[in-house]
């Protein structure tokens, strides 16, 4: 390492036990190189845990924890989550057959749900079971729900293991729709292997696949690798998607969904 990304690195630590949230843009700024330059000088302190690196910039160090609880999931940022499921309902067509993995933002698209006619819900998640259940009787929109069989998870409210993926490989779907718990430029992450067992498999199932995912995720990995960004087609975000993914030859889906 130059004694000149020794001395960024060194400033760059200084300012973030300043600072909540450092800026990739005004430390580019401040220290007269390019954004790249910082990306990479917070890429090497990050794999060395001085730091975690977050949508735009880094933060503290954040060591890694355990998925918590879906009730204490529910309301972290829940307005980003609630405005991707609106985005994501957009793209739901009358008579589509979907299949919605398990995850609070997944949740919040079975929430918004509404008009539609004939739609068949394939899902593990037991949360968005009962919502789709409660407005399918409301008539709120008209269909079908499939709730598939495993083993219950009652902290993330959710079925997994073999016999779900068993049932699963009998299903074509229009649409899957895809939680995470963290995403990198080239691949996608959850928390609990058994459930990222049964996400690798519903990315195998689906005509379209779309990743819903809050920007509080992004550059972000965890305990299982789900799949490849190359299986996705869409990626729906309450941000646009970041500036070097723009650059990089490396973004393979059609489309970025973002307000």
């Known amino acids: 390492m130059s004694a000149f990304a020794a001395d960024r690195h060194r400033l760059i630590e200084d300012i973030l036990h300043e600072d909540e949230k450092i800026y990739v843009t005004q430390l580019a700024e401040k220290m007269n190189v390019t954004p790249e330059t910082i990306r990479k000088d917070l890429a090497i302190l990050e794999k060395e845990n001085r730091l975690t690196r977050v949508h735009g910039g880094a933060v503290k ?14 309301n972290v940022h829940l307005e980003a989550k609630r405005t991707i499921g609106k985005l994501a309902s957009r793209y739901i067509q009358d008579g589509d057959t979907i299949m919605l993995d398990v995850g609070t933002t997944t949740y919040q698209l079975a929430y918004a749900l509404a008009g539609l006619q ?14 789709i259940n409660k407005n399918l009787e409301a008539k709120i929109f008209d269909g079908k729900l499939v709730m598939l069989g495993g083993m219950s998870n009652p902290e993330q409210k959710s079925v997994s293991g073999a016999m779900t993926i068993q049932m699963l490989r009998h299903f074509q779907f229009d649409k899957v729709f895809l939680s995470c718990g963290g995403v990198t430029i080239t691949d996608i992450f959850d928390y609990d292997l058994e459930e990222s067992l049964v996400s690798e ?9 779309y990743l819903l ?11 299982c690798r789900i799949g490849s960004m190359t299986e996705l087609n869409y990626v729906v975000c309450d ?10 030859k490396r973004t393979t889906f059609k489309k970025w969904i973002s307000p």
Do not use: C, H
């Open 239 to 248: 941000a646009p998607m970041p500036r070097e993914w723009q650059k990089s």
């Open 118 to 131: 004939r739609l068949t819900i394939v899902t593990n998640s037991l949360a968005s079971a009962e919502i």
């Open 213 to 223: 995912v809050d920007s509080s995720k992004l550059n972000r990995t965890s305990f």
């Open 61 to 74: 160090y954040v060591p890694p924890v355990q998925e918590p609880l879906f009730r204490q999931k529910m």
């Open 201 to 209: 498999t519903v990315m195998k199932q689906g005509r379209e696949t």
